[in-house]
Protein backbone atom coordinates (compact mmCIF):
# COMPACT_ATOMS: atom_id res chain seq x y z
CA UNK A 1 0.00 0.00 0.00
CA UNK A 2 0.93 3.72 -0.75
CA UNK A 3 0.65 6.36 1.65
CA UNK A 4 -0.43 9.39 0.30
CA UNK A 5 -0.27 11.45 3.47
CA UNK A 6 1.50 11.39 6.09
CA UNK A 7 2.20 13.73 9.20
CA UNK A 8 5.89 13.22 11.55
CA UNK A 9 5.59 14.39 15.19
CA UNK A 10 3.89 17.66 14.26
CA UNK A 11 3.26 20.34 16.90
CA UNK A 12 1.82 23.34 17.06
CA UNK A 13 1.38 26.09 19.95
CA UNK A 14 -0.71 29.36 20.21
CA UNK A 15 1.73 30.50 23.10
CA UNK A 16 1.90 28.43 25.66
CA UNK A 17 -0.99 26.48 24.55
CA UNK A 18 -0.23 23.00 22.26
CA UNK A 19 -3.26 22.81 19.86
CA UNK A 20 -1.51 20.03 17.97
CA UNK A 21 0.64 17.67 19.95
CA UNK A 22 3.06 15.07 18.40
CA UNK A 23 0.75 13.74 15.68
CA UNK A 24 2.40 11.42 13.62
CA UNK A 25 -0.43 10.03 10.73
CA UNK A 26 -0.28 7.85 8.48
CA UNK A 27 -3.06 8.00 5.48
CA UNK A 28 -2.86 5.16 2.72
CA UNK A 29 -3.60 6.10 -1.03
CA UNK A 30 -7.26 6.15 -1.80
CA UNK A 31 -8.39 5.95 2.25
CA UNK A 32 -11.28 7.15 4.11
CA UNK A 33 -9.79 8.56 6.70
CA UNK A 34 -12.23 10.33 9.65
CA UNK A 35 -10.54 13.00 11.82
CA UNK A 36 -13.19 13.17 15.02
CA UNK A 37 -12.96 14.46 18.33
CA UNK A 38 -14.57 16.72 20.94
CA UNK A 39 -14.94 20.61 20.21
CA UNK A 40 -11.51 22.27 20.70
CA UNK A 41 -9.77 19.25 19.81
CA UNK A 42 -7.59 20.57 17.44
CA UNK A 43 -9.02 19.04 13.99
CA UNK A 44 -9.14 22.05 12.08
CA UNK A 45 -5.47 23.51 13.53
CA UNK A 46 -4.51 20.09 12.30
CA UNK A 47 -6.26 20.37 8.61
CA UNK A 48 -4.61 24.07 8.62
CA UNK A 49 -1.62 21.87 9.26
CA UNK A 50 -1.83 20.11 6.39
CA UNK A 51 -2.93 22.47 3.91
CA UNK A 52 -0.35 25.14 4.88
CA UNK A 53 -2.71 27.56 6.66
CA UNK A 54 -0.78 27.25 9.62
CA UNK A 55 3.32 26.32 10.40
CA UNK A 56 3.96 23.57 12.42
CA UNK A 57 6.02 24.70 15.68
CA UNK A 58 7.55 21.27 14.31
CA UNK A 59 7.41 18.05 12.72
CA UNK A 60 6.48 17.54 9.20
CA UNK A 61 4.30 17.40 6.09
CA UNK A 62 4.67 14.29 3.40
CA UNK A 63 2.45 14.00 0.47
CA UNK A 64 4.05 11.46 -1.53
CA UNK A 65 6.45 10.86 -0.36
CA UNK A 66 8.08 14.44 -0.56
CA UNK A 67 8.09 16.93 2.73
CA UNK A 68 5.76 19.92 1.81
CA UNK A 69 6.00 21.12 5.11
CA UNK A 70 7.67 24.81 3.54
CA UNK A 71 5.37 25.16 0.87
CA UNK A 72 2.69 27.97 0.49
CA UNK A 73 -0.95 26.47 0.62
CA UNK A 74 -1.03 27.37 -3.17
CA UNK A 75 1.92 25.23 -3.83
CA UNK A 76 0.23 22.45 -1.80
CA UNK A 77 -3.06 22.42 -3.89
CA UNK A 78 -0.34 21.79 -7.09
CA UNK A 79 1.02 19.30 -5.51
CA UNK A 80 -2.71 17.77 -5.01
CA UNK A 81 -4.01 18.78 -1.47
CA UNK A 82 -7.74 20.26 -1.76
CA UNK A 83 -9.87 21.16 1.44
CA UNK A 84 -13.36 22.56 1.71
CA UNK A 85 -14.27 24.98 4.80
CA UNK A 86 -16.44 24.40 7.57
CA UNK A 87 -17.80 27.87 6.49
CA UNK A 88 -19.52 28.52 3.55
CA UNK A 89 -16.92 30.71 1.02
CA UNK A 90 -18.47 30.59 -1.93
CA UNK A 91 -19.36 33.71 -3.87
CA UNK A 92 -23.01 34.12 -3.61
CA UNK A 93 -23.38 36.53 -6.62
CA UNK A 94 -21.59 33.69 -9.20
CA UNK A 95 -23.48 30.92 -10.23
CA UNK A 96 -22.01 27.34 -9.73
CA UNK A 97 -21.26 26.52 -13.17
CA UNK A 98 -19.19 29.83 -13.65
CA UNK A 99 -17.41 29.26 -10.10
CA UNK A 100 -16.71 25.72 -11.24
CA UNK A 101 -15.32 27.39 -14.40
CA UNK A 102 -13.26 29.82 -12.62
CA UNK A 103 -12.15 26.71 -10.61
CA UNK A 104 -10.83 24.43 -13.83
CA UNK A 105 -9.24 28.18 -15.39
CA UNK A 106 -7.58 28.58 -11.78
CA UNK A 107 -6.25 24.83 -12.51
CA UNK A 108 -4.69 24.89 -15.79
CA UNK A 109 -2.97 27.94 -15.37
CA UNK A 110 -5.70 30.39 -17.20
CA UNK A 111 -6.54 32.43 -13.95
CA UNK A 112 -8.16 35.97 -14.24
CA UNK A 113 -6.54 37.77 -17.31
CA UNK A 114 -4.89 34.84 -19.17
CA UNK A 115 -6.16 34.01 -22.84
CA UNK A 116 -7.67 30.73 -22.80
CA UNK A 117 -8.06 29.22 -26.59
CA UNK A 118 -11.72 28.61 -27.64
CA UNK A 119 -11.18 24.68 -28.26
CA UNK A 120 -9.46 24.33 -24.72
CA UNK A 121 -12.83 26.54 -23.29
CA UNK A 122 -15.26 24.25 -24.60
CA UNK A 123 -13.33 21.77 -23.19
CA UNK A 124 -13.65 23.16 -19.82
CA UNK A 125 -17.16 24.09 -19.74
CA UNK A 126 -17.96 20.28 -20.84
CA UNK A 127 -15.63 19.13 -17.63
CA UNK A 128 -17.38 21.79 -15.35
CA UNK A 129 -21.21 20.20 -16.96
CA UNK A 130 -19.85 17.07 -16.06
CA UNK A 131 -18.07 17.79 -12.73
CA UNK A 132 -21.96 19.55 -11.52
CA UNK A 133 -23.92 16.32 -12.84
CA UNK A 134 -21.38 14.40 -10.47
CA UNK A 135 -22.16 16.64 -7.76
CA UNK A 136 -25.92 16.57 -8.34
CA UNK A 137 -26.03 20.60 -9.24
CA UNK A 138 -27.23 20.20 -13.27
CA UNK A 139 -30.86 21.56 -12.53
CA UNK A 140 -28.82 24.89 -10.29
CA UNK A 141 -25.70 25.43 -12.43
CA UNK A 142 -27.51 28.44 -14.04
CA UNK A 143 -28.89 30.02 -10.30
CA UNK A 144 -27.56 32.66 -8.30
CA UNK A 145 -25.21 30.42 -5.76
CA UNK A 146 -26.43 32.37 -2.81
CA UNK A 147 -29.98 31.50 -4.02
CA UNK A 148 -29.64 27.62 -4.14
CA UNK A 149 -30.07 25.21 -1.19
CA UNK A 150 -27.80 25.23 1.51
CA UNK A 151 -27.23 21.68 0.80
CA UNK A 152 -26.47 22.38 -2.84
CA UNK A 153 -24.00 25.10 -2.16
CA UNK A 154 -22.36 22.65 0.62
CA UNK A 155 -22.01 20.25 -2.63
CA UNK A 156 -20.39 23.12 -4.47
CA UNK A 157 -18.07 23.49 -2.59
CA UNK A 158 -16.92 20.21 -2.69
CA UNK A 159 -16.76 20.21 -6.14
CA UNK A 160 -14.62 23.52 -6.61
CA UNK A 161 -11.86 21.15 -4.33
CA UNK A 162 -13.19 18.51 -7.06
CA UNK A 163 -11.89 20.82 -9.71
CA UNK A 164 -8.18 20.87 -8.87
CA UNK A 165 -8.15 17.31 -9.40
CA UNK A 166 -6.47 16.44 -5.77
CA UNK A 167 -4.98 13.16 -4.97
CA UNK A 168 -5.77 13.64 -1.09
CA UNK A 169 -9.48 15.33 -0.59
CA UNK A 170 -9.61 17.66 2.82
CA UNK A 171 -13.39 18.09 3.58
CA UNK A 172 -14.43 19.66 7.01
CA UNK A 173 -17.63 18.70 7.93
CA UNK A 174 -19.10 18.78 4.89
CA UNK A 175 -22.77 18.52 6.16
CA UNK A 176 -22.63 20.69 8.84
CA UNK A 177 -25.81 23.52 9.02
CA UNK A 178 -27.29 21.35 6.37
CA UNK A 179 -31.51 20.70 6.89
CA UNK A 180 -32.01 17.22 7.04
CA UNK A 181 -33.93 16.64 4.47
CA UNK A 182 -31.00 17.77 2.37
CA UNK A 183 -28.64 15.61 3.79
CA UNK A 184 -28.72 12.11 2.39
CA UNK A 185 -28.10 14.06 -0.51
CA UNK A 186 -24.72 15.43 0.71
CA UNK A 187 -24.04 12.03 2.42
CA UNK A 188 -24.44 10.12 -0.71
CA UNK A 189 -22.35 12.11 -2.94
CA UNK A 190 -19.92 12.46 -0.58
CA UNK A 191 -19.82 8.74 -0.22
CA UNK A 192 -19.45 8.10 -4.19
CA UNK A 193 -16.50 10.05 -4.39
CA UNK A 194 -13.87 7.72 -6.57
CA UNK A 195 -12.05 5.54 -4.94
CA UNK A 196 -8.41 6.99 -6.07
CA UNK A 197 -9.40 9.54 -4.17
CA UNK A 198 -7.61 9.80 -0.54
CA UNK A 199 -9.99 11.59 1.65
CA UNK A 200 -9.69 13.07 4.83
CA UNK A 201 -13.10 13.98 6.45
CA UNK A 202 -13.58 15.97 9.98
CA UNK A 203 -17.21 15.12 11.13
CA UNK A 204 -18.83 15.39 14.10
CA UNK A 205 -22.04 13.39 12.68
CA UNK A 206 -20.77 9.33 13.75
CA UNK A 207 -23.69 8.19 11.26
CA UNK A 208 -21.46 9.94 8.14
CA UNK A 209 -18.34 8.82 9.97
CA UNK A 210 -19.40 5.28 10.36
CA UNK A 211 -20.81 4.72 7.19
CA UNK A 212 -18.21 6.48 5.56
CA UNK A 213 -14.50 5.81 6.98
CA UNK A 214 -12.57 2.90 6.80
CA UNK A 215 -9.77 4.44 9.60
CA UNK A 216 -10.58 6.40 12.44
CA UNK A 217 -8.01 9.04 14.21
CA UNK A 218 -9.60 10.20 17.27
CA UNK A 219 -8.08 13.82 18.67
CA UNK A 220 -8.54 14.61 22.17
CA UNK A 221 -6.39 17.78 23.27
CA UNK A 222 -4.30 17.86 20.50
CA UNK A 223 -3.05 14.11 20.68
CA UNK A 224 -4.46 11.10 18.22
CA UNK A 225 -5.11 9.27 21.64
CA UNK A 226 -6.90 6.15 19.54
CA UNK A 227 -6.69 5.35 15.78
CA UNK A 228 -7.82 2.32 14.45
CA UNK A 229 -10.88 0.76 12.33
CA UNK A 230 -14.59 1.37 12.53
CA UNK A 231 -15.28 -1.25 14.28
CA UNK A 232 -12.28 -0.86 16.75
CA UNK A 233 -12.80 2.46 17.48
CA UNK A 234 -16.84 1.84 18.27
CA UNK A 235 -16.01 -0.44 20.62
CA UNK A 236 -12.92 1.27 22.22
CA UNK A 237 -13.96 2.19 26.15
CA UNK A 238 -11.64 5.26 25.57
CA UNK A 239 -13.97 6.40 22.61
CA UNK A 240 -17.10 5.90 24.50
CA UNK A 241 -15.68 8.00 27.47
CA UNK A 242 -14.62 10.88 25.35
CA UNK A 243 -18.01 10.68 23.64
CA UNK A 244 -20.67 10.15 26.87
CA UNK A 245 -22.51 13.14 27.52
CA UNK A 246 -21.25 14.84 24.05
CA UNK A 247 -23.67 15.54 21.68
CA UNK A 248 -21.87 13.19 18.83
CA UNK A 249 -24.53 13.55 16.40
N1 LIG B 1 -5.07 31.06 16.19
C1 LIG B 1 -5.24 30.53 17.41
N2 LIG B 1 -4.74 31.11 18.49
C2 LIG B 1 -4.89 30.58 19.73
N3 LIG B 1 -5.54 29.42 19.98
C3 LIG B 1 -6.07 28.80 18.93
C4 LIG B 1 -5.96 29.29 17.60
N4 LIG B 1 -6.59 28.42 16.76
C5 LIG B 1 -7.07 27.43 17.54
N5 LIG B 1 -6.76 27.64 18.83
C6 LIG B 1 -7.10 26.77 19.95
O1 LIG B 1 -6.67 25.47 19.65
C7 LIG B 1 -7.62 24.52 20.11
C8 LIG B 1 -8.04 23.61 18.98
O2 LIG B 1 -8.90 24.33 18.10
P1 LIG B 1 -9.47 23.70 16.77
O3 LIG B 1 -10.33 24.73 16.12
O4 LIG B 1 -8.36 23.13 15.97
O5 LIG B 1 -10.36 22.52 17.35
P2 LIG B 1 -11.45 21.64 16.61
O6 LIG B 1 -11.20 20.23 17.04
O7 LIG B 1 -11.43 21.90 15.16
O8 LIG B 1 -12.79 22.16 17.25
P3 LIG B 1 -14.28 22.25 16.63
O9 LIG B 1 -14.78 20.84 16.58
O10 LIG B 1 -14.98 23.08 17.65
O11 LIG B 1 -14.17 22.91 15.29
C9 LIG B 1 -8.77 25.30 20.74
O12 LIG B 1 -8.59 25.32 22.14
C10 LIG B 1 -8.62 26.68 20.17
O13 LIG B 1 -9.07 27.67 21.06
Given at each position: MTVALETRNLVKRFGGFT????VSLTVESGARHALIGPNGAGKTTLINLLTGVLKPTSGQVIVDGED?????SHRRVRRGIARTFQINQL????TPLESVLLAINERDGFGRSAWRPLAAHLDATDEAVDLLERFGLSGVMGEKTGRIAYGKQRLLEIALAFASRPRVLLLDEPAAGVAEEERSEVLAIVRSLPAEVTVVLIEHDMDLVFSFADRISVLVAGVVMVEGTVGEIAADPRVKAVYLGEDAT
Open positions: ATNDITSLSFSGF
